[in-house]
């Protein structure tokens, strides 16, 4: 009996100023090479203030998972959806991924999985969580030792605290 064709079509739920957990993987759970893990990280880091307010990101062997909160694009007095959002992200580095490899085709898997974060949980806990990701994953001793981890400064210091490298 042939396999049938399933396709997931998660809801994407936004909120408005709230920030939000994504989490996208690679097409075929193919491994990143380190120079396109770093594609990915100064990708991702380009988009804060421009379509969000990044607060923290880790970029996987296999996939990758941001913090952010979703920007209003002023040009058409709207928050940046999170299809745009993430479609900028995944197109962007696959672009560019694929031309330092040569050929064309998909780095990243279609669907995502996103989440506003309820007030309840700490987002000072879903930091952590994301950047202890490669720790739990026995990639690295201690986060700092892991290159493709940013983390946002605080408020009084714009920028980001990359922790690796």
Same mark, same amino acid.
């Given at each position: 009996m042939p396999k049938a064709f399933y396709r997931r079509n998660l809801p994407h739920l936004q909120r408005d100023g709230k920030p939000h957990f994504l989490t996208f993987c690679t097409y075929r =759970?193919?491994?990143l090479p /380190?120079? +396109? =893990? /770093?594609?990915?990280?100064?990708?991702? +880091?380009?988009?804060h203030g421009w379509t969000i307010d990044l607060r923290a990101v880790v970029v996987m062997p296999d996939h990758v998972h941001m913090i952010f909160i979703p920007q209003i694009d002023v040009e058409r007095h709207e928050v940046f959806s999170l299809a745009r959002i993430t479609k900028a992200i995944k197109g962007t580095s696959s672009h560019l991924i694929n031309r330092r490899l040569g050929?064309?085709? =998909?780095?990243?898997?279609e669907e995502s999985f996103d989440r506003a974060l309820r007030i309840s949980e700490k987002l000072d806990e879903k930091i952590d969580y994301v950047l202890n990701n490669p720790v739990r994953k026995g990639l690295v001793q201690a986060a700092k030792d892991y290159p493709w981890l940013l983390m946002a400064s605080p408020l009084a210091v714009p920028g980001f605290a990359r922790l690796g490298k």
């Open positions: =759970r193919w491994l /380190d120079w +396109a =893990r /770093d594609i990915t990280i100064e990708v991702c +880091a380009r988009t050929k064309s085709g =998909r780095i990243w898997q």
